[in-house]
């Protein structure tokens, strides 16, 4: 049995190149990584406490690896494939997101690692949609993007022979990972020629910046790369203070003692010279397509505590979305009734938690309950890192890099089935796998004070 490289390290190499690319592709994108990195570094200077939790966690380390990226394919064919490539490197479809309620063409799922080991190593993830061209009024121009579309192909014929030796033979050696993690890499360059003429892209345009963006292209470029902060609203304010031209508002929770889920703000798509098929020399048309992202993450919720969070973001937004000067008033505002301390985030079942024995020097009464274990001090709770996306935000980020207004919805209903179809399999349940590390948790905690928790509840 030759070496085989791990999958988690094939992911740590692939996110680092993708990385290395995109600063050389969009240098402003490394002027955020270093907003980040300061904004990190004071959080941690100045909240013990933060640094202790993520210490204490494990996640010190990951921070500074930890990015997500986004791509949008054009068909079932080229998704398929990419859930294939990303299985090889540790990365699995998590989530259904139907954007077209928002008025963008596309449905979506998160590529990303999904056991605790692996989220750990490093947490890379790649937000995927898939263009819905049934979305497209114009029949012809219909047929037309299918035509372009089925003519392309995204996979170097090298990098197709690597994965299918790579499911083959579960897995592939370290030269052989290095040029998997090469020709993949390429599948995500930017490509300044178009593949279609001036009035195709013109007309495609016309139809939604998206279609432009996802058939005019040789491949699915990156469209951006985004380092996780630890304080956003610094980030946000250093963004602005470089003149680097931020999205007004930050998307998703206001500002919180005890984070949930995701935050996110991004500066606006460039705009790149790009050379149609009809025209020769130096590139002459323009595409806007590529921006920059900085997200903060937090806590997962439960069920429970994911209605309770749509339905304070609706109430925020319920008169004119997330336009107006009192945004944040409102959003904060909404959010007042959302519990802001671990305890009663723990104790109403809001948030997913991880625990871990702090002492187990003194014999444990069999009736003790895993609350009573936190209050004596035996047991730490953690809460779990989200690690997923909010349709909501995902939309709003589209919506400003696609040219600001926020858009009517399409007609036409979300199509789960059909994305699976596509993809080749389900998508994963988020929540189902943020249950399944509390429970190991609590289990191993069982284990290791000699006791169970599970019959009696929460008494
Ligand atoms: C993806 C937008 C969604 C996020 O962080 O919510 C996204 C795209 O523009 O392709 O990346
Ligand atoms: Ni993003």
């Not at 204490?56 to 380390?61: R, S, T």
């Not at 945004?327 to 079942?349: C, E, N």
């Not at 024995?357 to 047991?379: H, K």
């Not at 399944?436 to 929460?458: C, D, H, P, W, Y």
Request: aromatic content about 6%; some cysteine.
């Amino acid at each position: 049995m030759p070496d085989i490289v791990p999958a988690d390290a094939i992911r740590t190499a692939f996110s680092t190149a993708m990385s290395a690319m995109y600063r050389e592709e969009v240098p402003l994108y490394g002027d955020l990584i270093e907003i980040v990195r300061d904004a990190n570094a004071e959080a941690l200077g100045q909240q013990a406490d933060l640094k202790a939790a993520l210490s204490g966690a494990g996640e010190l380390e990951r921070l500074d690896v930890e990015r997500h990226g986004a791509i949008r394919v054009g068909t079932a064919e080229e998704l398929a494939l990419l859930r294939r490539i990303f299985a090889v490197m540790g990365m699995h479809p998590v989530e259904y997101y139907d954007l077209s309620v928002a008025g963008v063409p596309v449905h979506s799922a998160a590529f990303r690692p999904i056991d605790p080991a692996a989220l750990l190593a490093n947490p890379f993830r790649v937000f995927t949609s898939l263009l819905r061209l049934d979305l497209i009024e114009d029949e012809d121009l219909r047929a037309q993007a299918a035509a372009i579309l089925a003519s392309r192909q995204i996979v170097s014929q090298r990098g197709i022979a690597l994965l299918e030796q790579a499911e083959r033979e579960g897995g592939l050696t370290p030269q052989d990972a290095e040029s998997f993690v090469r020709e993949v890499l390429d599948i995500f360059r930017w490509h300044g020629d178009a593949r279609v003429s001036h009035e195709t892209y013109r007309r495609l345009n016309a139809a939604h910046r998206l279609i432009a963006d996802v058939v005019s292209f040789a491949g699915p470029h990156i469209n951006h790369l985004t380092p996780r902060t630890l304080d956003i609203d610094a980030a946000h304010r250093a963004m602005a203070a470089r003149g680097i031209d931020a999205k007004a508002v930050i998307e998703g929770p206001p500002t919180r003692k005890v984070p949930i889920l995701l935050r996110q703000t991004s500066f606006k798509a460039l705009e790149e010279p790009i050379r149609f098929t009809d025209q020769q020399g130096e590139a002459k048309g323009t595409h806007t397509a590529r921006f920059g992202e900085i997200e903060q993450r937090g806590a997962a919720l439960t069920p429970k505590g994911r209605a309770l969070y749509d339905a304070c973001l609706d109430e925020a937004r319920a008169d004119s979305g997330s336009q107006g000067a009192d945004y944040v008033a409102r959003l904060t505002s909404a959010f007042s009734r959302f519990p802001d301390d671990l305890d009663s985030l723990r104790q109403q079942g809001l948030a997913f938690f991880r625990y871990r024995v702090a002492d187990s020097s003194t014999p444990i009464d069999p009736a003790t309950s895993l609350e009573r274990c936190i209050e004596e001090g035996r047991v730490l709770a953690e809460p779990v890192l989200y690690e997923d996306f909010l349709p909501v935000s995902a939309a709003g980020i589209f919506q400003s890099n696609l040219g600001g207004a926020e858009q009517a919805s399409f007609a036409a209903h979300s199509s789960r089935q059909a994305f699976e179809a596509a993809l080749g399999q389900k998508v994963l349940d988020p929540f189902a796998l943020y249950a399944a590390i509390e429970q190991a948790s609590i289990a191993a905690v069982e284990t290791a004070l000699g006791t169970s928790f599970a019959a009696r509840g929460e008494a």
